[in-house]
């Protein structure tokens, strides 16, 4: 199985052509009243005329061709196959002989009812079988493939009629016919590429809608089931049982909902398209190393060995976009691995690195290759263990290859263990003046958050007064304001070396605007950051995003990182 990037091939698969092939039989297949009562009345005027006087029995001919396709349409409806591709070939089969006999029957006229010997009769014909193949183009089918064969039957008769009749240059009006059959042709491909067009579109969303309501309904279970054991523990510590099991317990609830909401976030991040990808030189071997190291430890734990096959070179690639594959990817192969270990190999492939995650873990069946890459997948929690992972982490890297470009495939045996292989580009090294001011500016050291002044800004009580013990235990001096006027107050009066801001604030300013004045009225104010829950990339160049739910340590490293610089 291979997952690709935007580089895959666009044409649909087996099954989406078969489904767009179903809904094109029950577009054509419907039975419409209106459009069978004018084609009777149409036929009757076409056979009275024509066979008047001296072609009566002609007439009826045709007029019985025309009846019996009628018929057929009315007394044999074309049923709904259901999904099988098998039946749905058939239907459509059994529709394109259904529309190439009314084709001919309506097209015999042309040869029929073409009275040789009257010039007014046979212009007449032809403007009524040229009016009724445009009709017949728009009410007898919408599968390009069938009206297109349809054409000729419709057409050919009557141009061969006045090719070979005997009245003068009506040769040409014949050779006319036949050019406009290849017009029509044209237009009903057109026509019915547009169409499918339109199907494939809709199919897509009405795929993508199911897809979120089953994303939100796993979800919102996930979701629940950490809350209300958390509501339980908080029950029970209520009670006054404060003991280390209750506090690890919480601990643990809390630990799954972060992952929970931190997968959701991701995954709503990615899918709103406003993840930009920033790709530069990275030396392969620090990677693997960094990311290694972050997973030996649960390995280690666990009782698995953790083997790394390195290469020294340079790949292409968005630094942070990789190493969270790379980390989904080593979790995965832990979490599924009981006995024996990992290998985190990286080997050449022509002007690629393949990244390959090798375990000895249980291994996936073949035809749950594709449903692993589905949001809250887990083959083997049938309980919804919180502990035992949310299911997003393969959802996420399946989007994180598709926007990177990268190719990802999976080799797996059941009861032996799997191979997830990451293909990426390799590139040069920087120059080594670039390389140098890195090293330097990764050199730097932390500065002591001690003393310094914060302000927070946030309405709702219980996170404001989480974020300001969090950090007054950094031996940081925090003010607390609850709107954006309480926030100005303040920074008028007092010299601030940090604002964090809630986006969404009571009034009719929000955190940017907090932000903002800040930076105006405290020229030398070392970091100025937006605390929010949405999805604000497009804010990232103006402030940094603090991300809810906020973890500690990213906030401490958001800190020391910027007023380390003072």
Known sequence: MQIRGPSVDSTPGVSDRSRIERELLRLGGRVRVSSIVWQLS??????????????????????????????????????????????????LKQHQMRVLFSAFAWGSAGYLLFDRGDLTRQLALTVVLVSTTIGFSLSASVHAPTLRRSMPFLLLPVCASLIFSSQANMWMMGLMGASFM?????????????????????????????????????????LRQPL??????????????????????????????????????????????????????LHLPTLMLRVGSLHEPSMREKGLRLRLHVQ??????????????????????TRYTETGGVL???RRRGQNICLQVFDTGIGIEEEAFQSIFSEFAQLNNPARDPTRGSGL???TVQRMVHLLDHHLSLNSTPGRGSCFQLKIPLTSAPTPEAD?????????????????????????????????????????????AADALSAKEALQQTDFDVVI???????????????????????????AALLTGDNVEDLHEEFPVITKPVRALRLRALLQAHLGKS
């Open 42 to 91: 149409i036929a009757l005027l076409t056979a009275g005329f024509f066979g008047h006087p001296n072609h009566r029995f002609l007439a009826g001919l045709w007029l019985a061709l025309v009846l019996t396709s009628l018929f057929l349409r009315v007394a044999f409806p074309i049923t709904d196959p259901g999904a099988s591709p098998t039946a749905v070939t058939g239907r």
């Open 182 to 222: 290849l017009l029509m042709r044209r237009v009903v491909t057109e026509r019915g590429e547009q169409l499918e067009e339109i199907l494939q579109l809709r199919m897509a969303a009405q795929e993508a809608r199911d897809q979120k309501q089953r994303f939100f309904a796993a979800a919102s279970h996930d």
């Open 228 to 281: 209300q054991a958390l509501s339980l523990y908080h029950t029970v510590l209520s009670k006054g049982d404060s003991s280390a099991a209750v506090v690890q317990r919480m601990g643990e609830c809390i630990d799954a909902l972060e992952r929970l909401l931190a997968g959701v976030l991701t995954i709503s991040r990615l899918d709103s398209g406003k993840v930009v990808v920033q790709a530069e030189p």
């Open 312 to 333: 020294d070179v340079w790949v292409r690639s968005d630094p942070s976009l990789l190493e969270r594959i790379l980390s989904n990817l080593l979790s995965n192969a």
């Open 344 to 346: 985190f190999a990286a």
């Open 393 to 395: 982490g393969l959802a």
């Open 436 to 480: 140098s001011a890195a090293r330097a500016e990764a050199d730097t050291p932390w500065a002591t958050l001690t003393r310094r002044r914060v302000l927070v800004v946030d309405d709702n009580a219980l996170v404001a007064d989480a974020l300001r013990a969090m950090l007054m235990i950094w031996n940081l001096d925090v003010t607390v």
């Open 501 to 527: 801001s809630d986006w969404r604030l009571p009034g009719t300013e929000d955190g940017l605007a907090v932000l903002r004045f800040a930076r105006a009225q405290h020229p030398t104010l070392l970091l």
